[in-house]
C-alpha cells in the first residue's frame, strides 16, 4: 500500500500557487504578470527581472503575534513587502527579525521568542500553511520545494 502525502490528505486547492508576480525593468519601473510563466517570458523579452509583488497595505505589527517590546522588528520585517522582492529578500528579512527581536532589551525570553517567530515567518511560507491561517498568499515558497 503507498504511502499518503500531505497532498493526499489535504484538499487539492490548498497548493495551488496564488503568487503575485512582478517584472521589474531595466529602468527601475515594474509591471504585473498573471502568472509565473507569463512574468518569466516578459522578463525574458525585455531584460527584466521576475520579482514577488508587493503587498498594498502597511505593517499591521507582529501578524498572528503578540506585539511585545518587539513591535518595531515587525514593522521593519514587514518594509520588505512594500516594494518588489525575491525570496533572498524575504529570507534575509526573516533573519533579521530573529536577529532584532534576540537583541530587544529588557526582555528575558527574547532569544527563545525569536527564534519562535523566525520559525512561523518561515513555515508560514508554505502554501497549505500559509492558507490555513492567512487569506493574504503573499510570499510562498518554490514550486520546486512543494513538488
Known sequence: MARKTL?????AHLFEDPRK???????GEHTPATD????EAAAEYY?????????ETPSDGC?????????????EHDRVF??????????EANAELRRCVMRSPGCVFC???GWIMWFGVTAGNIPWAR?????????????????
Open 7 to 11: 497532498r493526499d490528505l489535504l484538499p
Open 47 to 55: 531584460s527584466g527581472e521576475v520579482m514577488f509583488a508587493p503587498k
Open 21 to 27: 508576480y512582478v517584472v521589474v525593468l531595466p529602468s
Open 131 to 147: 492558507r490555513l491561517w492567512t487569506k493574504d498568499p503573499g510570499l510562498l515558497v518554490d514550486d520546486e520545494q512543494n513538488s
Open 63 to 75: 501578524t498572528k503575534f503578540p506585539d511585545g517590546k518587539w513591535r518595531h522588528c515587525c514593522v
Open 111 to 113: 532569544i527563545v521568542i
Open 82 to 91: 512594500l516594494k518588489p522582492y525575491t525570496k533572498e529578500d524575504l529570507a
Open 36 to 39: 509565473k510563466a507569463t512574468a
